[in-house]
């Protein structure tokens, strides 16, 4: 897996570097004295820059996650303000696409128990995807509701799912969604600026919070990914013992 690991990455990382080294190679030599292919050679330089800083910042935050993976979050965390704020941050999407989000929170919602700049950070991965790949003009409905059990742990938990209308995704590729680099339409999730990493982290965070991670897709119709993470219930007092 580790080896796997560093040529998925290396693979990724080395396309937009020879992409670079090509176009400086050729604005010094056949492009050099042509200011409109070095205009046009810089756009696409800047762009693959930018595609490696993107990936180098994911395989980070995947690094950081998976140190802590061992160690539940304890603090309280107020869902609403998360969901508002993801979709202010993605506003300019938003606009570009004439797209909208809708946000459906229920009054009096209890907290979960988690890290809010990693829900924050996962929430915004799922809603960002949820926008690039839906039906331009469409809208995307992030919603939160209780849950009485939570999949596999059995605790009482707050359901929040991201719901796009769009082209779907073929049942066939829904179990291997988050695996690290992998991608239903490879070309077009780098064209879109997606690294391949986006749901791997998406599964480390909600391992990390105990939660459950439900990915469910109609072709022609749509994709809602759910996750579910516990209530909060407080920091427990130590026992005493004699």
Do not use: C, W
Not at 8 to 18: F, G, I, Y
Not at 185 to 212: N, Y
Not at 218 to 223: A, D, V
């Amino acid at each position: 897996m580790r080896a796997d690991f560093v040529a998925n990455a290396s693979h990724e990382l080395r396309t937009p570097l020879s992409s670079v080294i090509g176009f400086i190679e050729t604005m010094n030599g056949p492009a050099k004295g042509d200011e409109a292919a070095q205009e046009r050679f810089l756009g696409i330089m800047e762009e693959e820059s930018r595609r490696m800083v993107r990936l180098i910042d994911d395989l980070l935050s995947l690094s950081r996650i998976e140190l802590d993976k061992h160690v539940q979050p304890k603090s309280s965390v107020q869902l609403e303000p998360i969901l508002k704020g993801v979709a202010a941050s993605l506003e300019p999407t938003v606009q570009k696409r004439h797209m909208a989000i809708n946000i459906l929170v229920p009054d009096s919602l209890e907290p979960v128990q988690g890290d809010a700049d990693q829900i924050h950070q996962m929430l915004q991965n799922l809603t960002s995807n949820a926008l690039k790949y839906a039906y331009e003009g469409s809208t995307v409905t992030l919603s939160a509701q209780p849950v009485e059990r939570i999949p596999e742990s059995g605790q009482r938990g707050i359901a929040i799912s991201i719901t796009d209308h769009g082209p779907g995704i073929p049942p066939e590729h829904l179990p291997r969604l988050t695996e690290r680099f992998y991608r239903v339409d490879a070309a077009r999730s780098r064209k879109l600026g997606g690294t391949g990493l986006g749901l791997a982290i998406v599964k480390h965070i909600v391992s990390r919070h105990r939660g459950h991670l439900d990915i469910r897709s109609i072709l022609g119709k749509g994709t809602t990914v759910t996750i579910s993470l516990p209530i909060y219930q407080g920091l427990r007092e130590p026992e005493d013992h004699p």
